[in-house]
């Protein structure tokens, strides 16, 4: 049986990653991967298209690392500060979570997503908090979160 030589489009398990070249049986190529999209024989056409596709995607992920660090940049100079009442020992009532902390961002003209936002759990104690936020896979970002005691007003009788 002849062997045709294909690039992945896609991973695929037991296989190999994306953007490979790799020898296959011709009829696996033939009746399971060209079929579904997840390969293309090598031919010059298709090289020529398949190179361009990947540097397109090269570009694409520079691009959105080089937004991530600017916005990095932008939220390590903001500070998020929130008032709560507060009891003893300075623990709060309720709590701040990361969709408070997205509400201030979407405040202030960021759009950051609440998923994105590392908290082991709700901040519930007075003071000064750092906060990271996952902007990407490789970059992200250290928000300070002000907790402050929020005064509250005695009516006169």
């Given at each position: ?6 690039y992945?489009?896609?991973?695929v ?25 997840l ?8 090289l ?43 623990k ?66």
């Amino acid at each position: 049986m002849a062997n045709l030589e294909v690039y992945l489009k896609h991973d695929v398990d037991k296989l190999g990653k994306a953007g490979e070249r790799i020898m296959v049986k011709n009829g696996y190529a033939r009746n399971f991967l060209i079929p579904r999209d997840l390969a293309v024989p090598v031919t010059k056409n298709s090289l020529r298209a398949l190179e361009n596709a990947v540097r397109q995607v090269a570009s694409r992920k520079k691009r959105d690392l080089k937004d991530a660090q600017s916005v990095a940049q932008h939220i390590q100079s903001l500070e998020c500060r929130f008032l709560r009442q507060s009891g003893e020992e300075d623990k709060i009532f309720g709590s701040v979570t990361a969709r408070d902390i997205a509400a201030v961002l979407q405040e202030k003209g960021l759009d950051i997503d609440s998923r994105r936002i590392v908290l082991e759990r709700p901040i519930r104690s007075l003071g000064i908090h750092n906060v990271q936020i996952r902007l990407h896979q490789e970059v992200a970002a250290e928000l300070k979160v002000w907790v402050e005691k929020e005064e509250v007003e005695q009516e006169q009788a």
